[in-house]
Nanobody
Framework: QVQLVESGGGLVQAGGSLRLSCVAP????MGWFRQAPGKEREFVAA????????LYADSVKGRFTISRDIAKNTVYLQMSSLKPEDTAVYYC????????????????WGQGTQVTVSS
């Protein structure tokens, strides 16, 4: 069983920034997803094992950056120019195969961290 531990969520004003972290031991493709109240979980970003390849949802392109520090077994989601519609619980997830925007492709999930953006 792979344990993923997210951190870094919080309350921020619109236009502000936050950085989420996810400790993820092992050689996995990593993704970030989010779920707002009353909405389905949606893809945010993914990164390959080496970090050489990334994938983003259109809604966050140019504002969010996914990266990883292999030595620290940590994946980051740098979020800038935050909007109230970015408010959600953010989850990191791991899969064994390839960068994907589909939640069904990810076998392991963290517990989630709340991000709230005030207007």
């Amino acid at each position: 069983q792979v344990q993923l531990v997210e951190s870094g969520g919080g309350l921020v004003q619109a236009g502000g920034s936050l950085r989420l972290s996810c400790v993820a031991p092992g050689r996995y493709v990593m993704g970030w997803f989010r779920q707002a109240p009353g909405k389905e979980r949606e893809f945010v970003a993914a990164i390959s094992w080496s970090g050489s390849s990334t994938l983003y949802a259109d809604s966050v392109k140019g504002r969010f950056t996914i990266s990883r520090d292999i030595a620290k077994n940590t994946v980051y989601l740098q979020m800038s120019s935050l909007k109230p519609e970015d408010t959600a619980v953010y989850y990191c997830a791991a899969n064994n195969y390839y960068s994907s925007a589909r939640s069904v492709d990810y076998a392991y999930w963290g517990q989630g961290t709340q991000v709230t953006v005030s207007s």
